[in-house]
């Protein structure tokens, strides 16, 4: 069976104590009437806005800012009641309040910070029992947080000095490095060097030519003994005289000579000869032993030459070869010093750029956080509404009186059932009068 509550005991009790809750819903309306009446403090509200900047100046993407202000704007609160800030409002506010406001913690206690949905804007509130001084407090502190958020996160001024610093640095760098470069130039033996290098190759290929052409002239002259030992008689003919003749002035000059065989004129660009050709007389010898003989030694001459050109050969390659370090280590350091004034001369150009840039910043009022609202003197007293504040405190009369008389109704009624059933259980105790009513 199903316990049914009966609410009727409870009724009776709120109709007895009508004037109980009517009195409730009164004093709470004088409570609430009397706290609004003595609420003497004044509000005063100054709005911060936390904005991108319109522009965004870079001249050089080179140095490129990494601070990512959006990701500061959920510390702007915190920031706003920091000690730092506070400490620049406590000074002012001492000085307005006439030493009424003295720690940072009676500050504390007057201030409010409140933000927006999106964390863009700010409301720093005031409450102070002047109106004057809770106006110009709330503009001092917007004033002064906007300030310390622009120091620690932009810091114009401090990065033109880090900028300029090390732009003094890199333009003494690069005037070492100037110098340096006029004492390397000073010192400077590389035309020197490649006019040894032409003056060794052109001797070379000197040589060169004339290893080519008395090694042609050294296979002429084995023909030439060939032919002659081939022949038969004592005597040799005038045209191998001719022609031995000719190879012993090829031995002895750096070009072969033109001879013309109708006047006997040998020409050449380093020798001129002319010959009367006559048969009657030998132009060398005309003895086959002998002519083979100063053939002989002819070829010996030229193999002696070609030994020489050899070794001579030898030792240009080896001048060719330190020649070629020089110049090359030369070269590099050249190359060394050009590249370290090129970066050096950069570096400085991108500093200069990076100052200019920070300068214009710095002189723009593109901070990221900005006075949307000054705070204006209020004319009246920070105060909710009367009617409103009534109603609530009314109502919470009412269900305070109405709670206290339902749970006073409830412990008497749970009294008098528990008293009732421990007659029941005990037979030999009473109750009431001797006809055993209850």
Do not use: C
Not at 131 to 158: P, R
Request: proline share 2%.
């Amino acid at each position: 069976m199903d316990e049914t509550i009966d609410l009727r005991p409870y009724v009776d009790a709120l109709v007895r104590r009508w004037r109980v809750i009517l009195g409730a819903v009164i004093a709470g309306i004088l409570i609430a009437t009397l706290l609004h009446f003595s609420s003497l403090n004044y509000r005063a509200t100054a709005l911060v806005a936390a904005v991108d900047p319109a522009v965004r100046m870079q001249f050089d993407s080179r140095i490129t800012p990494t601070l990512d202000l959006d990701g500061f704007k959920a510390a702007y609160s915190e920031l706003a009641s920091s000690d730092s800030v506070l400490s620049v409002v406590l000074a002012r506010a001492n000085e307005l309040s006439g030493g009424d406001i003295a720690t940072l913690p009676d500050l504390r206690d007057l201030l409010e910070v409140n933000t927006g949905t999106d964390l863009w804007l700010l409301r720093l509130s005031v409450r102070y029992k002047d109106s004057q001084t809770a106006a110009e407090l709330a503009n001092v502190w917007a004033n002064a947080f906007i300030k310390t958020v622009d120091e620690m996160y932009l810091g114009q001024s401090g990065q033109v000095t880090f900028y300029g610093g090390l732009r003094v640095d890199t333009i003494a760098e690069l005037q070492g490095i100037e110098q340096a470069l006029v004492d390397f130039q000073s010192g400077n033996r590389m035309v020197i060097i490649e006019n040894q290098l032409f003056s060794l190759g052109q001797q070379q290929a000197t040589y060169l030519a004339d290893q080519r052409r008395l090694g042609l002239l050294l296979e002429d002259i084995e023909t030439l003994s060939a032919q002659i030992e081939a022949g038969s008689g004592d005597k040799i003919t005038f045209a191998d005289q001719l022609t031995a003749l000719t190879l012993q002035q090829n031995a002895y000059i750096h070009e072969t000579p033109v001879i013309s065989p109708t006047v006997g004129i040998a020409q050449s660009s380093s020798a001129s000869v002319q010959l009367q050709a006559n048969p009657e007389f030998d132009l060398t010898t005309g003895t086959r032993s002998e002519q083979l003989a100063l053939l002989g030694a002819l070829s010996q001459t030229v193999e002696a030459r070609l030994a020489t050109i050899d070794v001579k050969l030898l030792e240009l390659e080896s001048s060719f070869f330190s020649l070629q370090r020089e110049q090359q280590s030369i070269a590099n350091r050249y190359d060394e010093l050009i590249r370290q004034r090129d970066v050096a001369a950069e570096t400085a150009v991108t500093l200069a750029r990076k100052i200019d840039e920070v300068r214009i910043q710095s002189q723009d009022s593109g901070s990221s956080l900005r006075i949307a609202s000054v705070a204006a003197v209020p004319e009246e007293y920070d105060r909710s509404s009367l009617v409103v504040t009534a109603a609530v405190a009314a109502v919470a009369g009412l269900l305070i009186s109405i709670a206290s008389i339902i749970l006073v109704t409830w412990r008497r009624s749970s009294s008098h059932a528990t008293q009732r059933s421990n007659l029941l259980s005990d037979p030999n105790s009473t109750y009431g009068d001797s006809s055993g009513e209850v």
